[in-house]
């Protein structure tokens, strides 16, 4: 059974506002989307970016077309002069000067305003192509394949609707606006944070290179040919390992020296594939995927996308709508129990919500109040493992918040990933500053005592952990909101806490496959590819900071919490959509082999031998002479380059904290508030550093907390 969106237009998280998007980019208009607020969007017809895909992202904006850009359009300057929020793309020649301290305006580029590509309006593809995207998407032997996907515009368009909330917070408590960048690579950037904790340490690599759909840590890990499609198989131990083998009649690779640990099945990636798809390869895709699941290993169907992604999880959760003119559009992916974003609003009367903002701006007067941070006073208690939770806390870091990370008396899983330095991971490192780490192990009362006087003294609660299982420990969020009604519960999974497959395993890479993306990457051989970053998780946690801002926004209003199910399976499937009703999507690019790697051209080029001519050329000769002939053209970096070029360094996205154990590895965040800028000062904890500490302030507080009415069954740690 379904479980379709209320008829019933949902309360709005954001108070009334109205935004102005001037921004031609598709960041600005994804941007304007997600805000769920009065959006009217500005567009120039005739312009490449967010037009040619308007009719998608622009779902539930009024649209104002006009025929040219011009300096002196009256009716554009008096809306974005009334506006409270205002999204341009100054690169590509969108300019606006606030009328008062009061507005908040957001300008998202491709690379920002300072460094040596400042101005440059680099598309998508381009930026994938300079920060080391590009260069790890395909199989380890072949050449690099562009997602068609503008996931950097993606990522893009939700951290600036995050900064515009947080900048909106901001505003609320002291009456002043600001000034807000979201450059494209800066978001390419941290979008490669997994890889990039291999260049941190004693252990840390020189490059990365493709590896297709395995994984540099885990095998099996890949994509194989069903009977009538495509299956993948994502093994997380020796243990799932060893469920596979038995459902293969495969016990004599069980018990093989050369397979028994991880270490040993990726020294043997070839082998264990061929092992794999001779099981896969004799039955049907729905069969291979009920087997793995009954026996708890993450897989799933390669999700074709046919006028939109055919996945049921989907359908039952209502992702998939039809607009006014009948084209499929996708559902808003913040899934909120009290405030669910919008996806089509009726039409507004411009001129009635100028007025209305102009005159509700004026009435408006700034405090006294120096401005703070957006989350100064707020406590974030995260319970999670891997990149999803951790990431998203980590931006609630910079923003201000006391962040407390809850680990088991083992730690949190992640931190034992290789590369390793003074015993933690690189990893772990990078994912993890700014937070306090306290040790809880939940399978004692004693313990989850203490988490429930946590709750009763914080506001958010984040955690990634597989649905229900900490329902089982007594904290559903019915058993939460009794002890702190004001908490906002926030849960990120695969597939939603409310699905059609509870309890089912997934990885990235499941996610990826099971929201059609893979379906739209190919290798030149036909086989779907997922993305070399793990972009399923940094779009997830991305997605929930946007969720958890706006419904801290709500409360206080109402003075409730709300409970938030992020399916990563939405946020990807959302992310598809220029794919949709049989849109031309690919982008008119492609990737050239020279001397030294490869350079992606932008521009009409389809002479055979002027590419033959440029094989034995560098990359940088490569791109002079074919700027020079006029084309449009970037060398495809790889990412030890991307992190040690001049932009990346004058961007200041990585630097090094310190603590007492000596100094650390932090990357910055993806961006730029003017009056209250985030800020990492902390370096990632040692296990369990601040235990006593918080557990000290917390029994000063003596905050009465209910006691569970029973004691919960409990299992072992999903």
Not at 198 to 221: C, K, V
Request: glycine share 8%; aromatic share 6%; hydrophobic share 40%.
């Amino acid at each position: 059974m379904s479980s379709p969106r209320s008829a019933k237009p949902p309360d709005a998280a954001l108070p009334p506002i109205l935004v102005v998007e001037l921004g031609q980019r598709v960041g600005a208009s994804v941007c304007g989307a997600l805000l769920g607020a009065t959006v009217i969007a500005v567009e120039d017809k005739g312009q490449c970016g967010k037009s040619r895909f308007s009719e998608q992202l622009c779902a539930g904006k009024l649209r104002w077309r006009r025929s040219k850009r011009c300096a002196d359009d009256s009716f554009t300057c008096n809306i974005a002069s009334a506006a409270d929020v205002v999204i341009l793309s100054s690169d590509s020649g969108d300019v606006f000067v606030t009328t008062d301290d009061t507005q908040i305006v957001c300008d998202v580029t491709a690379c920002g305003s300072s460094g040596p590509l400042s101005g440059q309006p680099f598309s998508d593809v381009e930026i994938q192509a300079l920060t080391g995207i590009l260069h790890t998407n395909g199989l380890p032997h072949g050449m690099p394949v562009q997602c068609p996907i503008p996931i950097v515009e993606y990522l893009a368009g939700i951290n600036a609707a995050a900064a515009i909330i947080a900048a909106l917070r901001v505003r609320r408590k002291s009456g002043v606006g600001q000034s807000i960048e979201v450059a494209l690579y800066d978001c390419g950037f941290t979008a490669m944070s997994s890889l990039l904790a291999r260049f941190f340490g004693p252990e840390a690599t020189s490059d990365i290179g493709r590896i297709g759909n395995r994984h540099g840590l885990s095998s099996p890990w890949n994509v194989y040919r069903a009977a009538d499609g495509w299956v993948q198989i994502c093994t997380g131990s020796d243990d799932q390992w060893q469920r596979l083998c038995t459902l293969m009649k495969r016990e004599d690779l069980a018990h093989n020296s050369n397979f028994a640990s991880s270490v040993g099945r990726v020294a043997n990636n070839s082998a264990v594939d061929v092992a794999v798809q001779a099981w896969v390869g004799a039955q049907s895709v729905d069969d291979c995927v009920a087997a793995l699941t009954a026996a708890s290993i993450a897989g799933g169907a390669i999700v074709p996308v046919d006028q939109y992604p055919r996945e049921p999880n989907l359908d039952y959760r209502g992702m998939i709508c039809r607009s006014s003119a009948g084209a499929y559009v996708p559902a808003s992916p913040l899934r909120m129990s009290r405030t669910p974003g919008r996806t089509l609003t009726d039409p507004i009367d411009v001129d009635r919500a100028t007025a209305e903002a102009a005159a509700k701006r004026a009435r408006g007067k700034a405090s006294n109040a120096a401005p703070i941070a957006p989350l100064a006073g707020i406590r974030v208690l995260e319970i999670g493992h891997y990149t999803t939770a951790p990431a998203a806390a980590r931006m609630f870091a910079a923003l201000g918040a006391d962040v407390i990370k809850i680990e088991p008396p083992e730690g949190e899983a992640s931190r034992a990933w290789p590369p390793i330095d003074r015993g933690q991971s690189t990893f772990y490192t990078v994912t993890n500053s700014g937070k306090r780490s306290v040790v809880l192990d939940l399978d004692h009362a004693d313990s989850r005592d203490r988490l429930r006087a946590m709750i009763a003294q914080s506001d958010v609660l984040i955690e990634n952990l597989k649905p229900g299982a900490l329902a089982k420990r007594g904290f559903a969020y019915d058993n939460i909101a009794e002890i702190n009604p004001r908490t906002v519960y926030c849960g990120i999974s695969g597939f939603g806490a409310d699905s059609r497959y509870p309890g089912r395993p997934a990885f990235d890479t499941v996610v990826q496959g099971m929201s059609g993306l893979m379906d739209l990457i190919r290798a030149a051989d036909g086989t779907p590819l997922k993305t070399g970053i793990s972009v399923a998780d940094v779009m997830g946690a991305s997605v929930a900071v946007v969720a958890v801002l706006a419904a801290l926004e709500e409360r206080e209003r109402s003075g409730r919490g709300q409970t938030i199910d992020l399916s990563m399976q939405d946020i990807m499937a959302w992310a598809t959509q220029i794919a949709w009703n049989r849109v031309d999507y690919a982008p008119d690019s492609q990737v050239i082999s020279v001397a030294d790697g490869e350079v992606l051209v932008t521009s009409a080029f389809d002479s055979a031998e002027l590419a033959t001519s440029l094989k034995n050329l560098s990359r940088d000769d490569t791109v002079s002479r074919l700027r020079a002939m006029g084309h449009r053209v970037v060398a495809v970096v790889r990412p030890a380059e991307m992190m040690a070029a001049e932009h990346t360094v004058k961007r200041g996205l990585y630097f090094q904290l310190v603590d007492e154990r000596g100094q650390w590895p932090s990357l910055g965040v993806p961006m730029r508030l003017s009056r209250t800028p985030p800020r990492i000062e902390r370096a990632s904890p040692a296990l369990g550093r601040d235990t006593a500490a918080v557990l000290e302030t917390l029994a000063a507080r003596s905050v009465v907390v209910p006691k569970a009415a029973t004691s919960p069954t409990l299992q072992a740690n999903p």
